[in-house]
């Protein structure tokens, strides 16, 4: 199993999955956090230059005000959709999060909802983006005075340095979502799992591989990364007593091909177009 890092033992937390097995995950520190979102900061950037840019091109007789106007709603919705859409993602990182080996996970242990992501996400704008937007508005119409100035960069710096006075490196807004950013270990799991040689590699039905979705298939790495064995054991006597399949006494090996296996299953699901987020999806598609 991998150890911890001495210097961030202090960073280990419990995080006990759905299946009930606890596992311990490593926070994400501020240094790591904030070069995640200035590697996304950038490339919002570039986007909104680049839009800006095709904005002048074809719209060039449009009022300056229009402009500015259509320029600033472009800005909120890419700067919010693109944290949103890709934490809601499977793997719960954007571009920048998942470069620094960092993503977000539920501090309960349950699947990390819609709700969560956007709250998280929103108080950003209250955080950083609203006073900084407000400041360079006041400035670009001379009326920021040095009160609006410190105001502003005052009202940013508490929430930026928040996550520095609390043990758990929470932003606000993971305050108030419930959320952790933890780091993932840097090993590519599943290509590991492809090269490696066992004396057998178990074959599954259908039916024991359509049991679990995109979720379970994370909380399966995280196990199988960290887990102890008491751990591994458990999950593999979940799946199966669920999927009704024999114990030849081999929890890891288990667990590895079942991995291997429901990792070939998804790809090919998304490879025709169909995605499975979780367990409860195909019962609530059913229903």
Not at 141 to 156: I, P, R
Request: hydrophobic share 50%; charged share 25%.
């Amino acid at each position: 199993m991998r150890r911890p890092r001495p210097e961030h033992a202090s960073l280990r937390r419990r995080f006990v999955t759905p299946e009930g097995v606890d596992l311990r995950l490593e926070l994400g520190t501020a240094g790591v956090r904030l070069s995640a979102f200035l590697i996304d900061a950038v490339a919002i950037l570039a986007i909104l230059v680049s839009a800006t840019i095709v904005l002048l091109v074809l719209f060039f007789s449009l009022h300056g005000g229009g402009l500015a106007i259509i320029w600033l709603l472009g800005s909120f919705v890419l700067r919010n959709g693109w944290f949103t859409l890709f934490e809601m993602g499977g793997r719960g990182a954007t571009p920048g999060k998942r470069m620094m080996g960092l993503r977000v996970v539920a501090r309960d242990g349950a699947r990390l909802t819609g709700g969560a992501v956007i709250a998280r996400n929103a108080m950003r704008e209250i955080e950083l983006f609203l006073p900084l937007t407000f400041l360079a508005q006041q400035t670009m119409t001379g009326q920021a005075d040095a009160f609006v100035t410190l105001f502003s960069l005052g009202w940013s710096g508490v929430f930026l340095f928040f996550p520095l006075f609390n043990r758990d490196r929470l932003r606000v807004g993971d305050l108030l979502a419930g959320t952790w950013v933890v780091r993932t270990v840097a090993d590519r799991l599943g290509a590991d799992l492809v090269a490696a040689e066992r004396p057998k590699h178990r074959v599954f039905p259908e039916a024991a591989l359509a049991l679990y979705g995109e979720f379970e298939l994370q909380t399966l790495e995280d196990v199988l990364r960290v887990g102890s064995d008491a751990a591994i054991a458990t999950v593999a006597a979940t799946i199966r007593r669920k999927a009704d399949l024999p114990d030849d006494g081999d929890d890891r090996g288990f667990l590895t091909d079942y991995y291997a296996a429901l990792c070939v299953r998804l790809e090919r699901g998304l490879l025709v177009g169909r995605r499975r987020a979780d367990k409860f999806a195909g019962a609530k598609a059913s229903s």
